[in-house]
Nanobody, 126 residues
Framework: VQLQASGGGLVHSGGSLRLSCAALGLTLDDYDIGWVRQAPGKEREGIGCISSSDGSAYYADSVEGRFTISRDSADNKVYLQMNSLKPDDTAVYYC????????????????????WGQGTQVTVSS
């Protein structure tokens, strides 16, 4: 099983990026998918997750209203659309998958994700 996050880069404050999470060896629709970021010198932070049961998405307060998670079942991908980016959003972003982190639990129980992808760097300049 492999997860791969991609789409990071350098963007100016106020800009947008879309991150992708792709998988080999598992069907993402069957898993709760989380997005976790880690900024330099800080702990990992769960910023969003999307449920496998009903497609509900949950967001950390720090990104609520700016970030959106969506699924593309045909391509077996999950996306993180990031708008109105701020320098504080600078971090390495990871996607993670688990079969039973229901509801918003995926925001805080990040150590319980079974599968993790390699991260992608997002840098927001001021």
């Amino acid at each position: 099983v492999q997860l791969q996050a991609s789409g990071g880069g350098l963007v100016h404050s106020g800009g947008s990026l879309r991150l992708s999470c792709a998988a080999l060896g598992l069907t993402l629709d069957d898993y709760d998918i989380g997005w976790v970021r880690q900024a330099p010198g800080k702990e990992r932070e769960g910023i969003g997750c999307i449920s496998s049961s009903d497609g509900s998405a949950y967001y950390a307060d720090s990104v609520e209203g700016r970030f959106t998670i969506s699924r593309d079942s045909a391509d077996n991908k999950v996306y993180l659309q990031m708008n109105s980016l701020k320098p504080d959003d600078t971090a390495v972003y990871y996607c993670a998958a688990d079969p039973d982190l229901y509801g918003p639990k995926g925001l805080w129980a990040i150590n319980e994700y079974d599968y993790w992808g390699q991260g992608t760097q997002v840098t927001v300049s001021s």
